[in-house]
């Protein structure tokens, strides 16, 4: 009876071994074959960690930049700001089923983004800003579902924001700044309730706001100056009751500043120069009340003291009560 648990059990185990190594070994030709496409910066070796044993048995999960899950699946590779130059094109980006990070950001890849990179279905994490991409952004990003932070910032990037972007519904992160973008914000952003931060700036967009960003009450800031936006300010901002930062400098907004924004206390930042706004800040914009700063340790020293006088002054026990020459004494002490 005790014969055949045990064999399957070690029939489990060999298969799973087996079944990991050849599944790692293959994660790492693919990255063999993609670092070999790269070019060289001033003769440097790039990634020289990267490389397969004559066996080829060789985990990539020690590698520079490379992270594995528990099975030796490859679920994170971070190569921001390692001199890369190069393309994505031969990222073979079906060959990576666990990644769930993907950071290549501040490196001098060119080129366009695959749009094969919608196959890395476990995503939740991608950044490719501060490098050279063109192109549009492939709606294909749409299909990464479990994406919670997406940064193209700076880049030369363009074509119009990819309506696809609405399904990635735990969305929190959005920076697309600096790039080429054209045409309008799309509606639809207004379904990303989980987006905290949204960065547009320096752009091309145009269009009027969309009143749905008025939706996105878990929206903290939100960037999108230096672009060709028109209307006016949506009066939905009201919902925004988490918003700290405004920032619409540098557009061609038009109207009245909506006298809803002040109602909106959380919002500490909010800039709205460089548009064809007019009539008065509204007054109830006097709502943004600024926190004193915090003052110099001396006069703090005065402030307490003052109170301590002053809640010995209001004692019932007539011996506790400060006599008027020690007020006066203290009064004179102060600065
Ligand atoms: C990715 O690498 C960069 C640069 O080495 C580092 O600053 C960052 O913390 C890393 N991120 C993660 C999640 O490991
Ligand atoms: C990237 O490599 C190409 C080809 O070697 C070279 O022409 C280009 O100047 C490099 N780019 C950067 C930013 O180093
Ligand atoms: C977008 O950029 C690419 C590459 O720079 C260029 O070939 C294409 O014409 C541009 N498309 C538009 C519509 O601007
Ligand atoms: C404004 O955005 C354009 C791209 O549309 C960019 O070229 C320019 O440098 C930006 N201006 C500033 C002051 O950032």
């Known amino acids: 009876m005790a014969f055949f648990p045990s064999t399957i059990f070690l029939l489990a ?36 960690s990267w490389k397969l044993d004559d066996q080829k048995t060789v985990s990539p999960c020690k590698w520079y930049g490379v992270s594995c899950n528990e099975q030796g699946s490859i679920n994170k590779l971070n190569l921001s700001s390692s001199g890369l130059n190069g393309t994505l094109d031969h990222l073979p980006f079906s060959s990576f089923p666990n990644l769930v990070y993907l950071n290549l950001g501040l490196n001098y890849f060119s080129g366009n983004i695959p749009s094969e990179i919608g196959q890395l ?9 501060t490098n050279l991409l063109m192109g549009i952004i492939p709606p294909e990003i749409g299909e990464l579902r479990n994406l919670e932070t997406l940064y193209l910032a700076e880049n030369q990037l363009n074509g119009s924001i990819p309506k696809s972007l609405c399904q990635l519904r ?7 700044s600096h790039n080429n973008l054209y045409g ?3 509606s639809c952003f207004g379904q990303l309730s989980k987006l905290g931060f949204l960065d547009l700036n320096s752009n091309k967009i145009s269009g009027l706001i969309p009143l749905e960003l008025g939706n996105l009450y878990n929206l903290k800031s939100l960037y999108m100056v230096n672009n060709s936006l028109t209307g006016s300010i949506p009066k939905t901002f009201v919902n925004l009751k988490k918003l700290t930062i405004l920032s619409l400098s540098e557009n ?3 109207g009245s500043v909506p006298k809803e924004l002040g109602h909106l206390t959380s919002l500490t930042c909010i800039d709205l120069q460089n548009n064809d706004l007019n ?15 915090v003052p110099l340790l001396e006069i703090k020293e005065v402030v307490t003291s003052i109170l301590v006088l002053a809640i010995r002054c209001v004692n019932s026990d007539p011996e506790i009560r400060p006599r008027m ?4 004494q203290e009064l004179a002490s102060f600065p």
């Open 13 to 48: 185990t060999v298969l799973c071994t087996l079944y990991v190594a050849s599944c790692s070994s293959h994660e790492a030709d693919a990255l063999i074959n993609w670092k070999e496409t790269l070019h060289t910066q001033n003769n440097i070796l790039m990634l020289p």
């Open 121 to 129: 279905s476990k995503l939740v994490y991608l950044d490719l800003s």
């Open 170 to 176: 735990f969305l929190s992160d959005l920076a697309l």
């Open 184 to 186: 309008s914000v799309p």
């Open 252 to 254: 061609q907004l038009s």
């Open 279 to 293: 009539g008065p800040i509204p007054s109830s914009l006097d709502l943004l009340d600024h926190r004193l700063p």
């Open 325 to 328: 020459y020690d007020v006066s």
